[in-house]
């Protein structure tokens, strides 16, 4: 790990956190929660643009062309070029990407020219939390659009974790001990993946 213990901004692996649904209990988000406190020391795990998906309209260049894009999305944007590493949290809505987190991705693809500077050689780790399947086929669902987008799928770990309800207790905390174990390591791992090869920006 980069500089690590290092309070410095720009001496930390700053990765983007999105995902969850649009529940207001959503264990997806619960689980990226999880993993912000689980961050190993010289690393954060941004969670204050998680809401972003669940506040975009419908992507559609008409509205772009006459009114431009939702504040939002240049937040997202500027997030996604200053992050080190981009975590997401999926959930798996009939075997397949939920529509809400690809169209925040189509939003920030947008114009196709921003793509190498907001996407390009990102490093981009799946987490999820779903029914007795977990949420391997989302999974493997994003797939390609990373490619597409020209990022850099991390695949040295996974965490599919199934029967989320049964892990999680009331208060939407993490209570399987062993699911817990995973979540560190793979946020331990996908950090020093992000420190140990950087990103290669563009100009």
């Not at 290092?6 to 692996?13: I, L, M, N, T, Y």
């Not at 999926?90 to 925040?104: A, H, R, V």
């Not at 199934?162 to 208060?171: L, S």
Request: glycine share 8%; proline share 5%.
């Amino acid at each position: 790990m980069r500089a690590k213990g290092s309070e410095d901004d720009e001496d930390r692996v700053r990765i983007l956190a999105l995902g969850g649904s649009l529940r207001e209990a959503s264990l997806n988000r619960a689980l990226l929660r999880e993993a912000a406190g689980l961050a190993p020391a010289g690393a954060t795990v941004d969670l204050s643009h998680v809401a972003i998906a669940g506040s975009l309209p419908l992507f559609n260049q008409d509205v772009v062309d006459r009114d431009g894009p939702p504040s939002e999305v240049a937040r997202l944007k500027d997030a996604l070029r200053a992050a080190d590493g981009l975590l997401i949290a999926t959930p798996e809505y009939n075997w397949g990407i939920p529509g809400f987190l690809k169209n925040t991705i189509d939003w920030a693809s947008r114009p196709s020219s921003d793509i190498p500077q907001v996407f390009g050689d990102l490093p981009v780790a799946l987490i999820g939390a779903g029914g007795s399947g977990g949420t391997r086929v989302a999974h493997t669902a994003w797939l390609s659009v990373f490619r597409y987008l020209t990022m850099r799928p991390w695949s040295a770990r996974a965490l599919y974790v199934d029967r989320a309800r049964e892990r999680f207790d009331a208060e939407n905390r993490l209570s399987d001990e062993a699911t817990r174990e995973q979540l560190q390591a793979l946020v331990t791992g996908f950090a020093a993946h992000c420190a140990d090869l950087p990103r290669a920006r563009r100009s």
